[in-house]
Nanobody, 115 residues
Framework: QVQLAESGGGLVHPGASLRLSCAASGEIFSISVIGWYRQAPGKQRELVATVTNEGLTNYADSVKGRFAITEDSAKNTVYLQMNDLKPEDTADYYC?????????WGQGTKVTVAS
């Protein structure tokens, strides 16, 4: 059984940086692509970034150039480095496979960007 646990969120000012972590445990050998998703209040969940087990990445246009998704296979962890944070980045952030599996959704980690 795969479990994904997000951490690293918090309350920061515009322009600040945060690094989110997604720690995987259980049977993860079949996972090819991991994505970071976010859901802002009153909005649909959206895909922010993906990374393959080969290290190939893709980003939503809204975060391109500011966010970076990386993987540490030895630690079974995927990171999301978020720089130059903006108020519109405020959301609950989740990691999951791509395509997402319903049973893999965890508690998420909240990011709030405000003055």
């Amino acid at each position: 059984q795969v479990q994904l646990a997000e951490s690293g969120g918090g309350l920061v000012h515009p322009g600040a940086s945060l690094r989110l972590s997604c720690a995987a445990s259980g049977e993860i050998f079949s996972i090819s692509v991991i994505g970071w998703y976010r859901q802002a209040p009153g909005k649909q969940r959206e895909l922010v970034a993906t990374v393959t087990n080969e290290g190939l990445t893709n980003y939503a246009d809204s975060v391109k150039g500011r966010f970076a998704i990386t993987e540490d296979s030895a630690k079974n962890t995927v990171y999301l480095q978020m720089n130059d944070l903006k108020p519109e980045d405020t959301a609950d952030y989740y990691c999951n496979t791509w395509p997402a599996e319903r049973i893999y959704w965890g508690q998420g980690t909240k990011v709030t960007v405000a003055s």
